[in-house]
């Protein structure tokens, strides 16, 4: 009987204690969700609107939020779920499992220095202004996510160009803290941009230390075009990935360091004007005259950077309009380290590419190293099997032979210092050939017979070597015509010819004087 009813009892207490704990849930849920909904309402402020807030265990829903300035939004979010251990509600510090963004929407001001307008910012007493947002508790974020996120950035540097947009936003931070703590977060982030600048599909993943700014970071991009202008993107890659990092406190001259750099079917497209100006791409201007360039606070490290499937398409407005097209393919570049902005530090590079023809592909080769501070280089060119069509407006002048094909074959050694090159150069020219019939008998102002006639004395080959020098600086030296008169020279003194004059260049073979060799050979043959 004893035990019974010491059993009741035992049942009883028991039913009590489960009561009570039941009643004192429910307390600390009632208190939690309006102390959580008191702290948000008080953290955003006057600015900040919000539709409604739903409250459940251990969380609360904010529905609508909507935070502006002088009239204008800058931030609107379909709903941000907040996740907290209620326990920590009513003591010192909060802790927050889980802060879940959706559907953000950003709109970022740069200004004209190109530093980011803090849009909880304004007047002189920033931190006392009425209605800024306070962090009135410390907060320890576990997880940080954003699904579906938008920003919009507007950039003053970049006049005319429009807005950048970035869509399809989705971020995760782990393990940040308010106030900013001396530690590491990781961070994840994919993002599609839009904009006439740039576009492509963004993703990156790493650690950052928002006190210190020291990050290192993995990036990836695909799709890229840059650069736009009528006629599309000057600039695409189907790839790119590094891995970026940076050391430092933040202040002052910092140095990002890019490893592992690889750059997937790259393309860029240059085109100049019949004065040799830039075209594309369109760059942005030089400073006024009497106005020094800003000095960047950021410089990059590159280092181990591959090139692979690239492609440049070079439209040369000087030689021709419309501009002559030459298409550089399959490009292949490694490079081991160098700078931007530049310092006195060589790199060594090595370079492979296909320039296509219509009768045969050429093979670009080289290696060398390059001092990009003042460009001073030394390496080597090789080229073969190159069809000398694509080069035709570059070698035929007007009211020549009309050349028909053949190729061309190169090997130099290539020495730049202090801006002067000096290139020791041998070529093979095999199997030209040119239009028949018609009355244009001359070739890079020399007769065309002497040459056919070289041609079928020399298996159709025509070995030449010269030496390709000048100042680049000089703007009366331009590379691609002082090899082209070069190229002519070797070819007049493998056929024993000589120059006797300038002006219209008189041409003597064996004593027998032939005239109208070209402007293009003025004073040449001497």
Same mark, same amino acid.
């Given at each position: 009987?004893?035990?019974?009813? @010491? +059993? ?65 939004? @800058? ?61 009135? $508790? ?55 941009? *839009? ?21 290192? &970071? ?71 005259? +009497? ?21 440049? &398409? ?39 590419? $296909? ?61 730049? *210092? ?64 002082? &090899? ?29 004087? &032939?005239?109208?060799?070209?402007? +293009?050979?003025?004073?040449?043959? *001497?």
């Amino acid at each position: 009987m004893k035990a019974g009813f @010491f +059993g009741k009892k035992i049942v009883i207490v028991f039913m009590v204690v489960v009561v009570l704990l039941v009643a004192a849930f429910a307390l600390l849920l009632y208190f939690s969700n309006r102390i959580l909904k008191a702290e948000i309402e008080k953290t955003l402020g006057e600015r900040g609107k919000i539709e409604r807030i739903s409250l459940s265990w251990n969380k609360v829903d904010v529905y609508g939020v909507d935070l502006s300035k002088d009239g204008q939004s @800058f931030f609107r979010a379909t709903k941000v779920e907040v996740r907290a251990s209620f326990l920590t509600l009513f003591g010192n510090r909060y802790a927050i499992s889980y802060l879940i963004v959706e559907q953000p929407a950003l709109v970022l001001q740069i200004d004209a220095q190109g530093n980011v307008v803090n849009p909880l910012e304004g007047g002189q007493d920033k931190a006392k202004e009425k209605g800024a947002p306070s962090m009135t $508790h410390p907060v320890d974020l576990r997880h940080v996510i954003v699904s579906g996120g938008a920003v919009t950035i507007n950039d003053e540097q970049l006049k005319g160009a429009g807005p950048v947009e970035l869509t399809g936003v989705e971020a995760r931070v782990d393990n940040v803290s308010f106030p900013i703590g001396d530690s590491s977060i990781k961070v994840s982030l994919r993002m599609n941009v *839009k904009g006439k600048t740039a576009s492509g599909t963004v993703t990156c993943s790493g650690s950052i230390n928002p006190k210190t700014l020291a990050w290192e &970071l993995t990036v990836g991009a695909a799709n890229i075009e840059a650069l736009t202008d009528s006629r599309g993107a000057a600039v695409k890659a189907g790839a790119l990935r590094f891995v970026a990092s940076s050391k430092g406190q933040g202040q002052g001259t910092r140095n990002i360091l890019l490893s592992g750099v690889t750059v997937a079917e790259p393309f860029i497209r240059v085109e100049e004007d019949k004065s040799g100006n830039l075209v594309s791409p369109p760059l942005p201007g030089k400073p006024a005259k +009497g106005q020094k360039p800003e000095k960047s606070a950021v410089s990059l490290t590159l280092n181990d950077l591959t090139v692979t499937g690239g492609e440049v &398409l070079y439209l040369d407005g000087k030689i021709s309009r419309p501009p002559h097209p030459i298409r550089i393919t399959d490009i292949s570049l490694k490079t081991d380290s160098f700078s931007i902005p530049a310092t006195d530090k060589w790199t060594a590079w090595q370079l492979s590419a $296909h320039i296509p023809g219509k009768a045969s592909t050429g093979q670009l080769g080289g290696a060398g190293r390059t001092n990009l501070h003042g460009f001073d280089t030394s390496g080597k060119l090789t080229l073969r099997n190159l069809d000398m069509l694509v080069f035709k407006p570059y070698v035929q002048k007007k009211g020549e032979a009309d050349l028909r094909g053949g190729t061309f074959d190169m090997d130099m050694d290539l020495t730049v *210092k202090d801006k002067y090159i000096h290139a020791p150069t041998h070529t093979v020219i095999k199997n030209l050939q040119f239009t028949p019939g018609g009355t244009m008998d001359r070739f890079l102002g020399i007769p065309r017979s002497l040459i056919v006639k070289l041609l079928e004395t020399s298996k159709n080959e025509i070995p030449l070597d010269f030496v390709v020098e000048g100042r680049l600086d000089d703007p009366k030296f331009n590379l691609s015509e002082d &090899l082209v008169r070069k190229f002519a020279v070797a070819i007049g003194r493998k056929l024993g010819l000589n120059v006797v004059g300038t002006g219209e260049s008189v041409v003597t073979q064996g004593g027998k004087v &032939l005239k109208g060799i070209g402007k +293009g050979l003025r004073g040449i043959f *001497k």
